[in-house]
C-alpha cells in the first residue's frame, strides 16, 4: 500500500469520520507524509511516518480526565452549586442534591467540568435528558471563552474530546439562547457574533462543511460554514452528559 492509499483509507474510516483528534492529526500530517514519500529522503519519511503512527494511537486511545483531587472536590462543587442557584430559570425543577449525587458519583464526568470551568466555560445545567438518564452540562460564559477562539472544527472537535466533553449539538445551543443572550460581543468589521461549532454528522462533513449556531443581535440561528475556518470568530463551547444515580 503507498502512501495515498493509506492515507485514502484512514479518511474513509469510522476513526477519522468520529474522531476529532484523529482528523486533525491526519489533516496536518496528509501533505507533509506525501512530499516525503515521493522525495528521495527515505529514512526522513520512515521517521515522519513512525511518529505519525505513533500520535494516531494516541489519538485512538480514549481520553480519561485526570482524576480530581479531594481538595479540588469540594471548591468545584462549590462553584458549580452557586452558579446552579444564581440561574434556577436554566434548570427549572431539577433540584441540586441530585445534580451532585451524579457528580460524585462520576469521577471522569466532574473532571470535565473542571476542564471546562479552568478554561472559562462557566459549566452550568440546561435541562434533564429522560432518554438518556442524564443531566445536560453545557458552557454558559455569556462570551466565548479566550482560549476557545479561533479554532476550526477539528481543533474545537479535539478539544472537547481533550476535556472528556463533546461540542454542543444543535439543540442544546438553541435551547442555551432561548435563556439568554450569549455571544452578543461581535468580531472586528463582522455582523455576527462569534460562531460556535456544532456537533456535525460524518456524512455532512464530507462536504467539507461543518454546523455552527450564530447569534446576530437578537437573531440566532444555526448556520454551515467551511470546516477549515479558523479566525478568531469561530469558537468551542462544550456538552457534557452526566448519568443520574
Known sequence: MNIDQFISQLESSDAYRNNGR???LVDDSRQVLIDLAHGDDGDAFKAELTKFNSRLDECLSPVSPSPVA????KPLIEILKSRFESHPERHGVIEWAEVEKALYAKPDK????KKMEESGGEPD????NAYLNSFMFVDCAYELPRGRKGLNFNEASAMAQEFGAELMERWQYLH??????FDLQKPEADDYGFRTWLETSAKDLKSGNAMVGVRRGDSVSTEWFNANNSGLKYGLRCALK???V
Request: hydrophobic residues 50%; charged residues 30%.
Open 176 to 181: 442555551l439562547q432561548d435563556l439568554g443572550k
Open 22 to 24: 484523529v482528523r486533525k
Open 242 to 244: 452526566v448519568p443520574k
Open 70 to 73: 479531594p481538595e479540588i472536590k
Open 125 to 128: 445545567v440546561i435541562g434533564f
Open 110 to 113: 466532574m473532571a470535565a467540568l
